[in-house]
């Protein structure tokens, strides 16, 4: 395994934004609006210089319909925030704002924190497998980063099913908080069977997160690529 890249990208930070819409029978005019008039709005401030978006394959999803991956050079995700606000408001028109978005709790600014790995396989990403855990207080993060890139991410990535995945850290204004992102990319249209079908190909099932006391996932999803690719209107 090599160091991987998020779509052939690395990013030093994210901003996760988890979202839905207000109206179920408006979903395709809201990631209309998403694709041509929200991403080529903000990312033309160059600041979050590519945002990509996937679609929960659970209908039953908490408010976390999509997940959207705005990503950025910058080292610290909280700074290019307020470089972003500075940029925009001058010239933000509210028009072009959707009253469709209602976002959830989960997301927010991310710093990469390394573990990226990737096998010789390159492949397209149709979809993505995401873990979103929280580490106790009282629990070693070095101990906790050590288990999850030597053990968790190389036991998600044999079967070979899954061909990359990297990880990020949650940030405030305050500094780094005990949340962490896991994403695993794959091929595969069908993510909810892939991730199925991975974990019968593990050799050791049990060998997962509950094996380390003092880790919650939070949350997780399996989510499709949505297209089509985005362009200014």
């Known amino acids: 395994m090599g160091e991987a890249k998020l779509e052939g ?11 839905a819409s207000s109206d179920p029978t408006r979903v395709a005019e809201w990631l209309d609006w998403y694709a041509h008039i929200h991403t080529p709005d903000v990312t033309s401030g160059r ?9 929960n394959t659970e209908s039953d999803h908490g408010g976390r319909q999509v997940a959207n991956f705005s990503e950025s050079d910058f080292e610290d995700p909280v700074a290019a925030l307020e470089e972003l606000k500075r940029r925009r408001d001058p010239f933000r028109d509210p028009s072009r704002n959707s009253p469709l978005t209602t976002v959830a709790k989960g997301g927010g600014p991310f710093i990469s924190i390394g573990g990226e790995f990737q096998f010789i396989r390159n492949s397209p990403v149709r979809g993505i497998y995401v873990e979103s855990t929280l580490l106790e207080e009282s629990r070693d993060s070095q101990v906790f980063n050590n288990w999850y890139n030597d053990t968790r991410i190389y036991s998600m990535l044999r079967p070979g099913i899954f061909q990359s995945a990297y990880r990020y850290q949650a940030v405030t204004a305050d500094g780094p908080e005990n ?3 896991c994403v695993y990319e794959t091929d595969r249209s069908d993510v909810a069977a892939a991730v199925g079908e991975n974990i019968a190909m593990i050799d050791d099932p049990d060998s997962d997160l509950t094996q380390m006391i003092g880790v919650k996932v939070q949350w997780e999803m399996t989510a499709e690529r949505i297209f089509p690719l985005e362009g200014r209107r």
């Open 9 to 19: 990208r690395y990013p030093s930070s994210i901003m996760l934004t988890l979202a």
């Open 47 to 55: 600041v979050f210089t590519n945002m990509i978006r996937f679609m």
């Open 179 to 181: 949340r962490y992102l």
